[in-house]
């Protein structure tokens, strides 16, 4: 019975020392695909929200605009690598508005490095609308919940502000 657990115990140690080492690069990449996924799926949920929480306030819309080209380009001469960054912004119209008067339009950006604009900000952009401000919300480049590409476009301070900055 001692020889059949020794045999059963070196066979085992054998197996194993046999098979292939995980590759933990390829398995933190997959994680990392997973969590811009579920970002997307976050945003998704979140835009549904901002319906919800403020159309008896506001008129909400999410239009695309353009910021500078990329910052880093793999290959510079490729077809369209230097094309303006094409990203979303919210927009935030109080539901009563003269059309025949002029109002101040604050554009508001997102806190946080690679953030997002969320109905987090609910309370502040319904006492805008009460104020009757115009907001304007970029998601300017490095924002979550649009993709790796988009989020990998961050220049860390760069060319984001001029994302902002170029909001009409």
């Not at 390829?26 to 997307?40: G, M, P, T, V």
């Not at 901002?50 to 353009?66: C, E, F, H, Q, T």
């Not at 490729?78 to 979303?88: C, E, H, R, T």
Request: with cysteine.
């Amino acid at each position: 019975m001692k020889k059949l657990f020794v045999l059963l115990t070196a066979f085992i140690a054998v197996s194993l020392a046999q098979e292939k080492p995980v590759d933990a690069k390829l398995i933190d990449s997959k994680f990392e695909a997973l969590n811009h996924r579920l970002d997307q799926l976050a945003k998704t949920i979140d835009d549904v929200l901002w319906y919800d929480r403020i159309s008896d306030v506001a008129n909400i819309d999410k239009v695309y605009i353009v910021g500078p080209p990329p910052a880093k380009v793999k290959n510079p001469t490729a077809m369209g690598a230097k094309n303006p960054v094409k990203f979303w912004s919210y927009v935030f119209i109080p539901q009563k508005l003269d059309r025949s008067k002029k109002y101040p339009l604050l554009v508001f950006p997102h806190g946080g490095v690679h953030a997002d604009f969320t109905t987090y900000y609910t309370h502040i952009i319904r006492e805008l609308m009460a104020q009757g401000y115009i907001v304007v919300a970029p998601e300017y480049r490095g924002s979550t919940g649009y993709g790796r590409a988009f989020y990998e476009q961050i220049d860390y301070g760069g060319l984001e502000i001029q994302d902002n900055h170029g909001c009409p």
